[in-house]
Nanobody, 117 residues
Framework: QVQLVGSGGGLVQPGGSLRLSCEAS????????MGWYRQPPGKELELVAV???????NYADSVKGRFTISRVNNWRTVYLQMNSLKPEDTAVYYC???????????WGQGTQVTVSS
């Protein structure tokens, strides 16, 4: 059974940086796309960034140039480096892994990111 454990959230001032981490276990992750979604207060869940099995990356327009996603450790660890954070980045961030063969999604527990002065 696939499990995801996310960490790294917290409170940061505007313009600051944070790095989120997600550790995956329970399967062969070379067949999984892995990424991060977020849910701002009172809003719906939205894609932030994804790292695909082919080595590509996709980003939401709102974070391009500020956030960087990367995968290491035989594809089992995914990082989200967040720079130049803005108050509108405040949200609960969720790690996601999608099996590219079955399209089944697995979610991490969520980590709070708050950008405020």
């Amino acid at each position: 059974q696939v499990q995801l454990v996310g960490s790294g959230g917290g409170l940061v001032q505007p313009g600051g940086s944070l790095r989120l981490s997600c550790e995956a276990s329970g399967d062969i992750f070379s067949i999984y796309n892995m990424g991060w979604y977020r849910q701002p207060p009172g809003k719906e869940l939205e894609l932030v960034a994804v790292a695909t099995t082919g080595g590509g990356t996709n980003y939401a327009d709102s974070v391009k140039g500020r956030f960087t996603i990367s995968r290491v450790n035989n594809w089992r660890t995914v990082y989200l480096q967040m720079n130049s954070l803005k108050p509108e980045d405040t949200a609960v961030y969720y790690c996601n892994a999608q099996n590219t063969r079955t399209r089944v999604d697995t979610w991490g527990q969520g980590t709070q990111v708050t950008v405020s002065s």
